[in-house]
Structures are given as C-alpha cells and as structure tokens.
C-alpha cells in the first residue's frame, strides 16, 4: 500500500512569491492534515480537510490556504512568501480524521530567500 | 488551546538501557495519544498510540502509559538500539479537533 506521497520534495522561492504544494493521501483515507515544523516552533497545524470541507484551521495568517479534491488529494498554497515561511512542510492522512491513526509524509522543504 | 509539554529535549542512553520520554497535556477534553518517531530527512512515523479509556498500551519493546488524572503520559523503549536513535514527538487531540497538538520533541541516541 503506498504511503502519503508529497510532491515536491523541495523548494527554493523568493520573498514575495506564492507557492503550492502537493498531497496525496494513503488510499481510502479521506482526511488530509498540514502542518509546518521549524525548529524553533516545532509541529504546528495549519489545516485539516475531509470530503472537500476545510474542517479545523490552525493560528496562521491568511496566506496560507488549502484545499481538497473530489478523490482526496489536497494542495497547500502559500502567497506572498516571507523569510519566516521556510520550513518543512507535512501532510497527514487518515481514514476520517476523527482520532485515528494519521501518517506522515515525508514533506515538502521550502527555502524563501 | 491544547498545550503540550515534553520533557526531556535530549536524552542519551547507552545501547540496552531503557529510555523514558513524558510529556504532560492542558486540555482536559483530549482523548487520544500517539507519539511519533522522526529520522532525519523523513517525516513523522506513527509508533504506538493510546486512548483516554486505557491506562497503558505495549507493543513489543515500546510502552506508552497514561495517567488522566495528571494528565501526563509516557514512552517507555527497553532494551534499546542504536536504530532507535531519532527525534520522538508527542501530541494529543480531543475527539472534536481534528488537530494533532505535538510536543516539542526529545532527541534520543543510543549508543553502542
């Protein structure tokens, strides 16, 4: 069974720029999470998604946005771009997002310079 | 909101000891507890998990215990292996919030 499958691995914007980035959930899984994890902040969510429907968002400006498609995939998008936005981007799936099991991918590492 | 404490940051343990990682939660509402493994260059691996209605939880040389009452739970790895060495995360989410609230992390080595 494959698992949750980020694309891409990296990245290197330019403050200012907008940035997308991509998630594709463990089959049959319908719940899609992001978080952001810096060194100083740690793991931090950003949002979660369930049947197309933004269903928790966490404490981040409104720069980051997200959505989900009909067949579970999710993206991740990012506008006007800041130093402070360089970090280890993840997405998590599980079935229903209900305090069930959640697995990782390996992120998407963007660098803003 | 849900804040979550995990002591310690480092913890470095000679190869077959046990190591203990505990962390502590605010919110009394939360109900579930994975704890998860991080190597460099990967993402998060869940590794064991425990809910609010059982005390404690095994698999193989890696326990996890909670204490409601206290709100603090634990990672317990015996006999541990210099492949266990890596970055352990905590969190805890209610049965609403669809949101993992991790812990800051402990930086385990094993060495031989």
């Known amino acids: 069974k494959a698992g949750v499958t980020q694309t891409p691995r990296y990245l290197i914007k330019t403050r200012g720029q907008q940035v997308t980035l991509s998630c594709s959930p463990i089959?049959?899984?319908?719940?899609v999470s992001w978080y952001q994890q810096t060194p100083g902040q740690g793991l931090q969510f950003l949002f979660e998604?369930?049947?197309?429907?933004?269903?928790n968002k966490g404490n981040f400006p409104g720069r980051f946005s997200g959505r989900q498609f009909s067949n579970s995939r999710s993206e991740m998008n990012v506008s006007t771009l800041e130093l402070g936005d360089s970090a280890l981007y993840l997405c998590?799936?599980?079935?229903?997002?209900?305090?069930?099991?959640?697995?990782f991918g390996q992120g998407t590492r963007l660098t803003v310079v | 909101g849900e804040n979550v404490e995990q002591h310690p940051s480092t913890l470095s343990v000679q190869e077959g000891d046990s190591a203990v990682i505990k962390c502590t939660y605010s919110?009394?509402?939360?109900?579930?507890f994975p704890w998860y493994k991080q190597e460099l260059g990967k993402g998060p691996q869940l590794i064991i998990d425990?809910?609010?209605?059982?005390g404690e939880k095994k698999d193989q040389r890696i326990a996890v215990t909670l204490n409601k009452t206290a709100k603090h739970f634990s990672l317990h790895i015996t006999e541990t292996q210099p492949e266990d060495s890596a970055v352990y995360f905590c969190?805890?989410?209610?049965?609403?919030?669809?949101?993992?609230?991790f812990g800051k992390g402990t930086s385990l080595l094993v060495t031989p």
């Open positions: 425990i809910r609010s209605n059982v």
């Open positions: 089959s049959g899984h319908r719940s």
């Open positions: 969190a805890a989410s209610r049965h609403s919030g669809y949101a993992l609230n």
């Open positions: 998604y369930f049947s197309e429907t933004q269903r």
């Open positions: 919110d009394s509402a939360s109900n579930y």
């Open positions: 998590a799936s599980s079935v229903t997002g209900l305090n069930t099991e959640a697995f």
